[in-house]
């Protein structure tokens, strides 16, 4: 019993939030109230909240001398020895060829997005995570593969290149703010730690942060403003949100030294999970048309 809740915990539950991002296409096509269509998207989060889980015991496994030498890290199951290696090898592969071939029954365009994450980590884990720069990009496409993967659950059609490009340089956004906070917390031990973190440099992070940060809030305000469906004529009215969420954000990682768990952050954060809370609330009401909406002296216009 303790092996099996050692190789639950080694499936970092905590992380599987992310997977939320499997409702983001159908919750802004407005169809998440269809009882059929909220059951299927619901099963599409539980595979890949079984996939991801699989792909972190994989990198622990991988990653397992390093964790070793990381202050948090090193109390893994796996790199703490409460989970012996042969048990995570059989029991990921049972759970991860499971969740492949679940997938297909969901929908063949939701199964192949699901082999090409599956795919695309296990190699991040095998060796791409210590090419520099690509490390980063692998991490943001898998956020990218869960809100495509979601839409094509239920065959959604329209799906904008800004709702994805939107996904995309938020999550390059965490990713380079997490690369940063690794490298500072560990001084020089970091590259014993990740490797590719001997390429980067606290500057040359800081760069890429300006540059995802200007691009994460361009692309959600032209998704917000280009998109002429009725539902989101009023999406407008979330960019504040989004602006906020996003220098709150900065400002726990260049003044509270935070950012290395980005997951507990949005949790623990009082402001940041008001602003978040809200944000939800608005996004809901706008596209489910809610009698609210009545009230807005711009109700007329939107």
């Known amino acids: 019993m303790a ?30 109230t269809q009882f059929q269509v909220f059951l299927k998207v619901t099963l599409a989060f539980l595979l890949f909240c079984a996939l991801s889980g699989v792909i972190y015991v994989i990198n622990d496994i991988f990653d397992l001398e390093q964790d070793r030498h990381h202050p948090k890290k090193k109390l893994r199951p796996i790199a703490s020895g409460r989970l012996p290696i042969r048990v995570a090898w059989v029991a990921a592969i049972i759970i991860g060829l499971t969740s492949l071939v679940l997938s297909f029954v969901v929908s063949k365009e939701f199964g192949f997005c699901a082999l090409v994450y599956a795919v695309l980590m296990s190699a991040y884990s095998f060796g791409l995570k210590e090419i520099v720069i690509l490390d980063i990009l692998i991490v943001a496409i898998g956020f990218v593969l869960r809100a495509y993967a979601g839409t094509q659950a239920i ?11 939107c996904i995309l340089f938020l999550a390059l956004f965490i990713a380079i703010c997490k690369r940063r906070h690794e ?14 973190l001997r390429d980067y440099s606290p500057g040359f992070l800081d760069q890429m942060i300006s540059a995802t940060t200007a691009a994460a809030l361009l692309s959600y305000t032209l998704w917000a403003v280009a998109e002429t469906q009725p539902a989101f004529r009023g999406m407008i009215l979330t960019v504040p949100f989004v602006v906020y969420g996003i220098f709150r954000y900065l400002f726990l990682v260049y003044h509270r030294s935070e950012g290395g768990a980005p997951e507990v952050m ?16 608005v996004v809901m009401i706008l596209i489910y048309r809610h009698p609210l909406l009545e009230w807005l002296p711009i109700a007329g216009s939107l």
């Open 3 to 32: 092996v099996a809740w050692a190789f639950v915990a080694a499936m970092r539950p905590r992380q599987w939030i992310k997977n939320l991002l499997v409702f983001a296409g159908v919750v802004y096509a407005g169809q998440l």
């Open 155 to 165: 065959h959604l059609a329209k799906i904008t290149p800004w709702f994805l490009s």
């Open 183 to 196: 490298l500072l917390l560990l001084n020089e031990q970091a590259q014993h730690h990740r490797a590719v």
């Open 266 to 281: 949005f949790l623990t954060d009082r402001s940041l999970l008001i602003n978040t809370i809200l944000w939800i609330a």
